[in-house]
Each structure stands twice: as C-alpha cells, then as structure tokens.
C-alpha cells in the first residue's frame, strides 16, 4: 500500500504504546489520522503523494489498529493521552491534525486537552452532531466482522463509497492491496476489540459545551454523497459551533480515496491559512 511513497515508517513509544508512524516530505507539520478501519494509517497514501510535496505528513497508526499494539481500552483519556505523546515524541509543534470517521470524533473530544495543536480539520465524524448508524450499515458492519471475506468487503465499499467501481479503477494494485491487508487485520483479536470500542464511543453525539472548549481554528470537510454519516451531521455542527464546512463532490465517505485531488487542494487551502497565520 506504501509502494512508490517517499515514506519512512518507524515503531515508537506514545503514553507507553509501542506505535508504528510513517513520514513523507518536509514542511509545516501536518498528522493524518485515520478513521476506524483495520488497516490503520496505510489507507491515506493516495493522498500523501501531493500532501508531501509541500508538508511533513506524518502518519501513525492508532493503537490496536493497522501495526500499533493495542490499549487495554480506546477511550478518550487513553486517546488524549496517546495523541499528546505522539506529538511530544516526534517534536511536532502545532500541527494540522486531520481526523476522519470514528478516530474524528474521538480527536474532537480530545482536542481541548491537546496542547500542541495548530488547526483541527475533522470529516466523516459521526461525534460533532445528532447521529444514528444507518441500519443497513450496522449490518454491513456486523457481518464483515463476523466475516471479513472478499465478498463482504465489496459489500461494505459499495456502501461506503460513492462509485466503488470507479475509486478501484483509479489504481487497481492499491486498492487490491488496501481490500487484502484490510481483512488480514480483521481476523485479529485485539483489533476486533479496538473496532468494537470505537463503534462503541466514537457514535455518540459529544455535548455541545465541550465542542465549545475546542480552542483551534477547527473545519471540517465532507463527501457530498456520504452515507455512513450523512452532511447533515456536518451542516449541524457548521450551525451550531461556527466552523467552515467545505464539501467535496464524488465522493461518500473516504473522499481522500475516492476523489484525492478535491480532496488535497481542499486541505491544501484550510492548512494555507494555518501555516500563514503561524
């Protein structure tokens, strides 16, 4: 999945949680993280290719998912804690720190306890307002945990994705690595307990008072055509808390995959106001 990135990945401690992080490029500070899939941090390389050209993306993968060792429980004081030590251990000084999906609503309730943010760019997160998992994807869900075959896999994409068909055939080698280590990582324990607890607090509507403590420049970005979390999730949160909601066309609800480049020169502008404002 990493094939072809000027990337280097490396295993270091984070709040005592051995965690596997990958870089590319050089510039200002930029920490992707990854939504709550099994794969971890590889699901962002189709858009580290632009991204490095002109930041220092740095990419871990959460504990318990992708290559990291698991915590005994994900929740948001472990999560606070772990994304505190990963910005002091890799000397990261206020970053963009971008947020997808589940791990989004997990970093917006962290992010009045991280010290070391520059901006907050959140998308896909059920968290920032009123949510309810759509039925059919609860049961895309349960049996691609239960079985985490290639049939299953495609079921749950075609859901996920605005145009399955046309994301896979934008590289079909990435996407067929990404469907396969996807899986591989399905089938073990400690991170099918990390998905459960994700699932568990990262669908929970946070408390407007404590979205009001965020004290970042916070944006958050959509697919127009997501249906795992619907824009009106995010048209409610834009509402209520002020924040600039872009929204990206062709895509559902991994739109760094499904449309890249919308996505990157999006995230390019957002980041631009960052590193000029300091």
């Not at 999945?1 to 500070?29: F, H, Q, V, Y």
């Not at 590889?42 to 290719?49: D, F, S």
């Not at 079909?172 to 307990?193: C, D, I, L, M, N």
Request: proline share 8%; glycine share 8%.
């Amino acid at each position: 999945m990493l094939a072809g990135l000027p990337a280097t990945s490396r295993t270091r401690d984070a709040a005592g949680i051995a965690t596997t992080i990958w870089e590319a490029g050089d510039g200002p500070a930029m920490l992707l993280l990854h939504g709550g899939i099994e794969c971890g941090g590889a699901m962002w390389a189709p858009a580290v290719h632009r991204l490095a050209e002109h930041y220092r993306v740095v990419v871990p993968d959460v504990p318990g998912l992708g290559e990291s060792a698991p915590a005994p429980l994900l929740d948001v004081r472990t999560f606070t804690d772990w994304l505190n030590g990963v910005l002091r251990t890799l000397h990261l000084q206020r970053p963009v720190v971008v947020a997808h999906s589940l791990i989004g609503s997990l970093t917006v309730a962290a992010a009045p306890r991280i010290d070391r943010m520059g901006r907050l760019v959140i998308y896909a997160a059920p968290g920032v307002g009123p949510y309810r998992m759509p039925p059919r994807l609860r049961y895309l869900a349960v049996r691609f945990a239960i079985r985490p075959t290639a049939r299953n896999t495609e079921r749950f994409d075609r859901f996920a994705l605005y145009d399955l068909d046309a994301t896979r055939q934008r590289d079909p080698g990435w996407f067929e690595a990404f469907e396969s280590y996807t899986r591989s990582r399905a089938v073990v324990p400690h991170v099918k307990k990390t998905m459960r607890q994700l699932i568990a607090s990262g669908t929970k509507q946070l408390p407007d008072a404590e979205l009001a403590r965020i004290a970042v420049p916070t944006t958050m970005l959509w697919g127009r055509h997501d249906r795992m979390v619907p824009l009106s999730v995010a048209r409610y949160a834009a509402a209520r808390h002020g924040w600039p909601l872009r929204v990206i066309e062709g895509a559902a609800h991994a739109p760094h995959i499904e449309n890249p480049d919308a996505f990157c020169a999006e995230l390019e502008r957002i980041a631009g106001v960052a590193v000029e404002g300091g």
